[in-house]
């Protein structure tokens, strides 16, 4: 075999496929990966120490700037976080909104996830706006709902921040009408497609050993075969009143990351069928101060959220704002074993990896 | 037509030799006007299709239906900064876009429009696509090489090899038409086709993997790789910008109709209509031939993922090649055997399934075990 | 959860344990008897020299299996810094915090945790970054979201000048 | 069949071409904004505001300058209202916490200017403006509200059945 001698490539932080400001300093041999190094930073805002200059309250629309495509986790794990901290309970239609928005937010996220993982392999024509138009569709309910279309700021601690309107409920009947059809048809257009199970079966594959010991979690933790999501393990709101599945994958390939976004999205709208079915009127909100002043104390809350194990840790002094503020990113620990999944393979496998991934740089760098 | 008036006229007037050149130069010009308003068209038809494909509307705000949509781009691109970077071999670097765009105009020399209507009949027309087909990548490695970009230059290694795997199932491909029709010239291959019926149908494994290796040199999707926006930024023309650039693009799209007016000459029956509607004139025919072939080439290109380019070198040599292989000696039993056009039809059709299913089924034992992979586990398995 | 709602299906309510801290005190003791200092309810505090030995013993040992490092991060309590991990076992669905703890506000240092679960390798350089807490044990200890040579550590309740000025400089004697 | 997958994927995208496009001609044909739209545009209300400042307190980015002087009546006279929508992002906690309903999100959202401070919004624009957001503003049903429907019998959402100008003349 003919070697060349090896050479450093830059991929990002500005390249098409490196989502966002990724910096991957690949070391190539021709076309093979012999190293790589990502490096980070390029996105940081320090909304770690930001948040300790505000209100809890305040907190919450900052939150929803770093996971930018799944801003309704983020906002709920905060939710969750300041009412496990300050002693707040949420009533019980809150709980259940929260559920449908957190559900929604995840098919809205993994369409996108799904498109641009498609575009990372090249199909960058009809598939990736097919999903596009169905995410469109999950965005004009939330502009509906809260008046924004992703950075919603309306998962709140003690409740929602107000009702859904009167035209909500026909809306999520009808997206839940039409949409598991097209999911069918996607489905068909896309893993039955050679070219996909080519470029996807067997590559960027993780061991479940390597998935835990790395701290991956959501899709690409599921995609290793390891039976752990957050709503059926450790059931916030109200996750346990809802029947349905974990996906789980083979490989650990990203064929397997793929396949179990796909499925997740089922899973996610069985979900809701149930969730809007056993919607309780009442109350919304529980009462709670502007300022809220949880006691002295600290408050560690874990969601899953569409990337993964989104966390929040709280520490209190006692004041209106938090003493600390930390965010475990599920994308920023995804990225973490990078030298483990890229080496020795391609770049064209570097961009499928990648992409697999699903990492948002608003939430890797914070 | 204006050739035949050129000759007509100043017959017995002028030397023959001053004629052979007033009809050389009326014929280029008209094939070079033809090859650029067919990159214009292709331009709007591949913005307006995919965007039809992505449910959008596609170009609509300059000139109806946004037809005057190339001009703006051109006038766009034109008036573009012209960088060079700094580094760059400039002589190559200049050089690069404007000897790409002569292999494909080349290709139209000798494909014939209607019938005589070729502006070079050469007796070896097949034998003459290819050379000059060939001569594709040059251009390509050109502007990688002189780039002074890590891009560029993967882009063009992986173009080179790309190319070079896929002359050879192109060349083969080729072999049981001139076996079949006894003749390299291509006024002939089309004659032979409205006499027997079209080579489409005749050696449909044949015109499988000419169209896939033909495609395979025209860095669209799913074959794109040494362009491959998603990991290479831009391949080979990383670093063109302004008018540089729309020469790339421009001869991308030419590129593409030369290809298309192939696959019509060859497999389609160039003018050729069958009996039924033969008033239309032969070049209309012709014509509607190559676009719609090239809406073909744009079908493919919004849909399909892209290769990885052990994966496009492997279906070349371990796919492709045995089976046009296998085809030209198919076609050498069956021309020696001399049977009627539907026996041959029905055997290589019969055939073309079988292989390509067996081979194929051989190469992959990868895809059966995907089938097999379940997501939801029932309950007592979790 | 407040209220029973009698319409839906009632599934036995798996919840992850929350180790408390006597319980997870009492599991290290047995091998480690001078490691844990402080006992809360929910959290231990280690002797910052035994945590990779505990780390290893809470991973490998089969009744305790916390094999996955769900966070790992730092609080600046002015007085000293604490170093917090998250540990979880998705085989027990268990959970356990642990804490360490450095006086003062220089040389500060935690032996790393990289060997025991990888996840603590972008997670400590992170703290390393933002707190200023070396990790003696770290393969490849940098900053992670900042350039190397910013002046401070943002995190640090003391960091509270943002002077443009001087990042700037800093990042052009970088160049 | 090896191809029939992507055959099949080639099938579906023709479908789509025969399908009414997704995409509107946006400046001729504006997307009907729903009712509780958050736009820039902020609308607020001089006759309600008492200058109690509790937006500029919620505000996280401390967009809202209020400055105001006592009245000979206990009451406030606003001198400065201004919001620097250049630095606002729009989270609408400042229309939550208005205990009177003074301020309004707006529905417009096509901002532009050349200068950055020219993104500061006074009083007299802010005053001023027709299109109201439903945004905590439950009174105005679930619609995109136009100026007219403040005055009259607007119940806020705190209760407060009057507007604070006739408490004034009160």
Not at chain 3, 161 to 169: G, K, L, M, P, S
Request: aromatic share 10%; net charge negative; with cysteine.
């Amino acid at each position: 075999m003919v070697t060349a001698n090896p050479f450093l490539v830059n991929m990002g932080p500005q390249h098409p496929s490196t989502h966002g400001v990724l910096r991957l300093r690949l070391v190539l041999d021709g076309e093979k990966v012999l190293n790589v190094e990502p490096v980070l930073g390029y996105l940081h805002s320090s909304k770690e120490k930001l948040q300790e200059e505000h209100t809890y309250l305040q907190t919450v629309p900052i939150t929803d700037r770093m996971d930018y495509l799944a801003a309704m986790s983020n906002n709920l794990g905060v939710a969750l976080a300041i009412e496990k901290l300050a002693g707040i309970e949420a009533p019980e239609r809150a709980q259940y909104l929260r559920v449908i928005m957190a559900e929604l937010q995840r098919v809205a996220s993994h369409c996108f996830a799904q498109a641009v993982f498609l575009q990372d392999l090249g199909a960058w024509g009809g598939p990736l706006m097919y999903f596009l138009r169905e995410r469109e569709q999950v965005l004009d309910i939330f502009e509906m709902v809260c008046g924004a279309r992703l950075t919603y700021n309306y998962i709140r601690p003690g409740g929602v921040s107000q009702d859904v309107p009167p035209e909500f409920l026909p809306a999520v009947h009808g997206f839940l009408a039409t949409f598991p059809k097209k999911l069918d048809e996607y489905e068909g257009l896309l893993t039955k497609n050679e070219i996909l199970r080519a470029r996807t079966v067997g590559v960027g594959v993780i061991s479940r050993e390597l998935a835990l010991s790395a701290g991956f979690s959501g899709p690409m933790l599921r995609g290793s075969g390891v039976d752990w999501d957050l709503r059926k393990q450790d059931p916030y709101c109200v996750y346990d009143r809802f029947a349905f599945d974990v996906p789980l994958g083979h490989v650990g390939d990203c064929y397997d990351r793929f396949m179990v976004r796909f499925y997740e999205i089922r899973e996610s709208l069985r979900i809701l069928h149930q969730a809007l079915e056993q919607l309780p009127p009442g109350e919304w909100k529980t009462p709670v101060p502007i300022v809220i002043r949880p006691p002295a104390g600290e408050a560690f809350q874990l969601i899953e959220s569409p990337r993964g194990m989104l966390g929040y840790y709280l520490v209190s002094d006692g004041g209106a704002a938090p003493w600390r503020f930390h965010v475990r990113a599920p994308s920023f620990l995804n990225l973490g074993a990078l030298n483990e999944m890229l080496v020795g393979s391609t770049v064209a496998d570097v961009v499928a990896i990648v992409g697999s991934i699903d990492i948002v740089m608003g939430e890797v760098d914070r | 037509m204006i050739n035949q008036f050129i000759i007509d006229t100043f017959a017995g007037v002028l030397p023959e030799w001053l004629i052979a050149l007033m009809t050389g130069v009326t014929g280029a010009v008209g094939v070079l006007l033809f090859a650029l308003s067919c990159a214009l068209a292709a331009i709007w038809i591949e913005r307006k299709l995919i965007g039809r494909m992505q449910i959008r509307y596609g170009p609509n705000r300059v000139g109806p239906k946004g037809l005057l949509q190339p001009i703006a781009d051109a006038i766009k691109v034109i008036g573009k900064e012209a960088i060079t970077p700094f580094g760059v071999d400039k002589v190559v670097y200049a050089a690069a876009p404007l000897v790409i765009f002569i292999p494909a105009l080349l290709t139209f020399a000798v494909v014939p429009f209607a019938p005589g209507a070729a502006l070079l009949n050469v007796d070896i027309g097949v034998l003459f696509v290819v050379a000059v087909g060939a001569l594709g990548v040059m251009p390509i490695f050109m502007a990688g090489w002189a780039s002074n970009n890590k891009y560029s230059l993967m882009g063009a290694m992986r173009a080179i090899a790309q190319t070079v795997s896929y002359e050879i199932p192109l060349v083969l491909s080729l072999v049981g038409l001139v076996l079949m029709a006894g003749s390299f010239k291509m006024e002939d291959l089309v004659l032979y086709q409205i006499e027997n019926g079209w080579f489409l149908l005749l050696q449909p494994l044949a015109a499988l993997i000419f169209f896939i290796a033909a495609s395979a040199e025209l860095n669209r999707t799913p074959t794109d790789i040494m362009e491959g926006e998603s990991e290479l930024a831009a391949g080979y023309h990383t670093e063109y910008s302004g008018f540089k650039f729309s020469l790339f693009y421009a001869t991308e799209y030419t590129h593409v109709f030369a290809v298309s007016a192939l696959i019509s000459t060859l497999f389609l029956g160039g003018w050729g209509t069958g009996p039924v509607l033969d008033q239309v004139p032969a070049i209309i025919w012709f014509i509607a031939k190559t676009y719609l072939l090239f809406c073909v080439f744009v079908w493919t290109r919004a849909t399909l993922p892209r290769l990885r380019i052990d994966q496009l070198m492997a279906f070349a040599w371990k796919f492709l090649l045995p089976l046009s292989l296998v085809n030209i000696m198919l076609v050498a039993v069956l021309v020696e055997l001399n049977l009627p056009g539907i026996v041959v039809f029905a055997v290589n059709a019969v055939l073309a399934v079988v292989l390509i299913k067996g081979w194929a089924g051989l190469l992959s034992a990868r895809g059966a075990t995907v089938e097999q992979r379940v997501y939801i586990r029932p309950a007592a398995a979790q | 959860m407040a209220g029973t709602n009698t319409g839906s299906p009632v599934f036995d309510r798996i919840m992850t344990t929350v180790t408390s801290g006597s319980a997870l005190a009492q599991a290290i003791q047995g091998s480690f008897p001078t490691a844990v200092t402080e006992v809360y309810s929910t959290a231990v505090v280690l002797d910052a020299s035994a945590i990779v030995g505990v780390c290893g013993y809470l991973k490998d040992a089969p009744d305790l299996a916390f094999d996955y490092l769900a966070d790992l991060t730092a609080v600046d309590y002015i007085d000293y810094f604490e170093v917090v991990y998250q540990l979880l076992s998705m085989g027990r669905n268990a959970s356990a915090t642990l804490k360490v703890r450095c006086q003062g506000r220089k040389a500060l240092a935690v032996p790393s945790v990289t060997g025991v679960w990888h996840a603590a390798n972008f997670l400590e350089r992170e703290v390393y970054d933002l707190f200023g807490i070396d990790f003696p044990g770290h393969p490849d200890l940098r900053r992670i979201m900042l350039f190397e040579g910013f002046p401070g550590h943002p995190l640090r309740k003391d960091f509270l000048e943002f002077d443009h000025r001087t990042i700037a400089a800093a990042a052009q004697e970088r160049e | 069949m090896v191809g029939s997958g992507i055959l099949g994927g080639l099938i579906t995208v023709l479908r789509h071409v025969l399908q009414k496009p997704y995409t509107r001609q946006y400046p001729e044909e504006a997307v009907p904004l729903k009712g509780r739209f958050r736009g820039y545009d902020f609308a607020w209300s001089e006759e309600r505001c008492t200058g109690c400042a509790t937006c500029a307190k919620a505000c996280p980015h401390g967009c809202i300058d209020i400055v105001t002087d006592p009245l000979p009546n206990g009451r406030y006279n606003i001198d400065v209202f201004d919001i620097d929508i250049g630095k606002c992002m729009v989270c609408g906690l400042c229309v939550e916490v208005c205990p009177y309903d003074a301020l309004f999100m707006g529905a417009d959202f096509a901002l532009a200017s050349e200068r950055r401070w020219d993104m500061v919004q006074h009083k007299q624009d802010i005053g001023s403006r027709e299109r109201l957001s439903a945004y905590f503003r439950p009174a105005f049903g679930n619609e995109i509200a136009v100026r007219n429907e403040l005055r009259g019998d607007y119940t806020t959402s705190k209760g407060v059945a009057k507007p604070a100008a006739e408490e004034k003349k009160a």
